[in-house]
Structure formats: structure tokens, C-alpha cells
């Protein structure tokens, strides 16, 4: 990760504004409450999380992310906002996060996957470990890659090649059974952007598990 991102970090936030849609949708239906706590796994350049702390003053703040380069990126943005004291980051693997991690007595309230779940080899872990660091009545949120079938095909082959290229793998099996039926929309919403371009996701730890389950195969 460090390799990739060593030099992509001074350009990530302009490039990726263009392409990584979904993003402030997913930050306003957070509904987060004041005194809750917020990790976000994949955290990059804080982009998410300084956009979080302005969108909801009361809340506490928490960044994961493997890369070190990324998290230099991360630290210096935070400061630059005047953030520092509410926005946490720590280094480490999304499948083997917990509170504790963090030095933290209780679970996440919220726990957000921003265009990560498609980068992180082991996705189902680490879904599995944000469900079981949160509260049982907390929420996972997902916004990432959909599986492009409303657009022509020769955009699907090409721009899922282009994805390829940078070891981004769009979730698929994933998306099919956030879609599959008996789901409430109390416990799970899904929302499907342009084109099913891409999709952004608010669920509770259960049926982020529940949907696990299904998510059998692997993804294109």
C-alpha cells in the first residue's frame, strides 16, 4: 500500500473527486447523534472524516488505514482543519479492527467503508470485524463500486479493467445480496447510484452479517 500510494497521496483527493461519487451521500445520512463514535476504515487522506467532524460537532472520530504514507497525508489535513483533538488515526489491517485498537472501552456507533471494501483482499473480514466492533442498534455504512450493468458494455469491460489495474475489485457478490429479498428498510437501506455505478448502503450489524452469509463465491 505504502508503494502505492507514496506518491499518489499529493494528488489522491483531486484526481478521485471525479470518479468516487456517493461519498457526501453517505456522510449526510449518517445521522449521527452528539457523543457517538465514528471509525472509518480506509481512511486515506481524512477527506471523510474532516467533512464528518464538520458535519456533526459532537461526535469522536476515528481513522484505520494500512498505509503509513497515507496516514502522513491524513495527519497533516487534520491539523490544517484544527481537528486534532476530535479525529484519531492508527495504522493496521481492517479485518483485525476493534475498539480497543483505538484504547476504546465501548463499540463504534457508525463504522464506514469509503471506496476501501473494493481495495481491502480480505472484504468479508473486515465487514465482519466493523459489525462486531459496533453496538448491536449502531449502523455500518458502505459506499463503493456497483457492478455498472446499466451502462453500455464496453464501459463495464473497460472501466472495470481500468480498476483492475489498480487492484480495485468492484464487490458484486456483495452488492446481489444487499439486493436479495427480506430485507427492512429499518435494517437495511440501499441506495443504487446512476447506472448502478455504485451504491451506498446504511445497516445494522446483523444484516451486514446476515448478508455475509450469502456473499459466497468470489467477486469479479
Known amino acids: 500500500m505504502d508503494r502505492i500510494y507514496r506518491r499518489q497521496r499529493y494528488i489522491y483527493d483531486l484526481s478521485r473527486k471525479y470518479f468516487l461519487f456517493g461519498r457526501d451521500r453517505l456522510v449526510r445520512q449518517l445521522g449521527a447523534k452528539a457523543g457517538e463514535q465514528i471509525v472509518e ?14 458535519a456533526y460537532p459532537g461526535v469522536q472520530l476515528y481513522g484505520l488505514d494500512a498505509s503509513a504514507e497515507m496516514l502522513r497525508t491524513a495527519e497533516a489535513a487534520i491539523a490544517r482543519a484544527k481537528l486534532s483533538d476530535r479525529i484519531v488515526l492508527r495504522q493496521g489491517l481492517a479485518e483485525e479492527l476493534t475498539p480497543a485498537a ?51 458494455g464496453t464501459f463495464e469491460r473497460s472501466f472495470t479493467a481500468y480498476l483492475n489495474l489498480w487492484h480495485v475489485t468492484p464487490r458484486t457478490d456483495f452488492l446481489r445480496a444487499l439486493e436479495a429479498p ?30 455475509l452469509q450469502r456473499s459466497t463465491g468470489t467477486s469479479r
Open 182 to 211: 427480506g430485507r427492512s428498510p429499518e435494517a437495511l437501506a440501499l441506495d443504487l447510484l446512476t447506472g448502478r455505478y455504485a451504491f451506498v448502503v446504511k445497516a445494522v450489524p446483523s444484516a451486514i452479517l446476515s448478508r
Open 102 to 152: 483505538f484504547g476504546l472501552q465501548r463499540p463504534f456507533d457508525h463504522a464506514i467503508f469509503s471506496y476501501s471494501l473494493s481495495m481491502i483482499p480480505d472484504w468479508r473480514a473486515a465487514l465482519a470485524a466493523a459489525s462486531n466492533s459496533l453496538k448491536p442498534d449502531g449502523f455500518v455504512h458502505v459506499v463503493d463500486f456497483g457492478d455498472f450493468k446499466k451502462f453500455w
Open 41 to 54: 476504515i480506509g481512511c486515506g487522506t481524512a477527506r471523510n472524516l474532516i467533512r464528518i467532524a464538520r
